[in-house]
Antibody, heavy 116, light 112 residues
Framework: QVQLQQSGPGLVKPSGTLSLSCDVSGGSISSRNWWSWVRQPPGKGLEWIGEIYHSGTTHYNPSLGSRVTFSVDKSKNQFSLRLTSMTAADTAVYYC?????????WGQGTLVTVSS | DVVMTQTPLSSPVTLGQPASISCRSSQSLVDSDGNTYLSWLQQRPGQPPRLLIYRISKRFFGVPDRFSGSGAGTDFTLKISRVEAEDVGVYYCKQSAQLPYTFGQGTKLEIK
């Protein structure tokens, strides 16, 4: 079974940049899966941020505009999220997800708070 | 974006009784490959969501058969035949037919 382990800061300053990584174990980042990010503001519902394929093909949620970037590091079996110009509205639990359509594996989640 | 509307938003249920959650999409979720990409997820308190049902009615590995999904086109339903205490949590429908993928608002299942 694929396991996802997230890492990254829990606190980001307003206007700062969030960088999160997701380490994949029990499977290859180059397998036929889409690797995605989902976030959940405290006490609220789920928002799909986007997805990346191992080839580098990406799909982003237009609601985030050009603030979001995904990347894949095959040597580390890892994929990452970068979100710029953070505001209080970006405070949320961020999840990395393996989404194969018939299978979904979730990371443990990282609570990211935007505060000075 | 495809808007996913769930009803009810809260569902108090007696243990052992059935529960039903509806999800309606603003557009058809039938893909060009003929499949309908509608999933149901469960999120227990303090945990990440987990996949219960995919493609309307297919149960994910290990999901109890008291969970069932049905529907077509734009109207879908998740049913729990007999609610157990471990079923408490929030249930989300999700569409993966059109980018960006979207979730319903969530339905909170609680025990009366």
């Amino acid at each position: 079974q694929v396991q996802l382990q997230q890492s990254g800061p829990g606190l980001v300053k307003p206007s700062g940049t969030l960088s999160l990584s997701c380490d994949v174990s029990g499977g290859s980042i180059s397998s036929r899966n889409w690797w995605s990010w989902v976030r959940q503001p405290p006490g609220k519902g789920l928002e799909w941020i986007g997805e990346i394929y191992h080839s580098g093909t990406t799909h982003y949620n237009p609601s985030l505009g050009s603030r979001v970037t995904f990347s894949v590091d095959k040597s580390k079996n890892q994929f990452s999220l970068r979100l710029t110009s953070m505001t209080a509205a970006d405070t949320a639990v961020y999840y990395c997800v393996r989404d194969e359509g018939t299978v979904m594996d979730w990371g443990q989640g990282t609570l990211v708070t935007v505060s000075s | 974006d495809v808007v996913m509307t769930q009803t009810p938003l809260s569902s108090p249920v007696t243990l052992g009784q059935p529960a039903s959650i509806s999800c309606r999409s603003s557009q058809s979720l039938v893909d060009s490959d003929g499949n309908t990409y509608l999933s149901w997820l469960q999120q227990r308190p303090g945990q990440p969501p987990r996949l219960l049902i995919y493609r309307i009615s297919k149960r994910f590995f290990g999901v109890p058969d008291r969970f069932s999904g049905s529907g077509a086109g734009t109207d879908f339903t998740l049913k729990i035949s007999r609610v157990e205490a471990e079923d408490v949590g929030v249930y989300y429908c999700k569409q993966s037919a059109q980018l960006p993928y979207t979730f319903g608002q969530g339905t909170k299942l609680e025990i009366k």
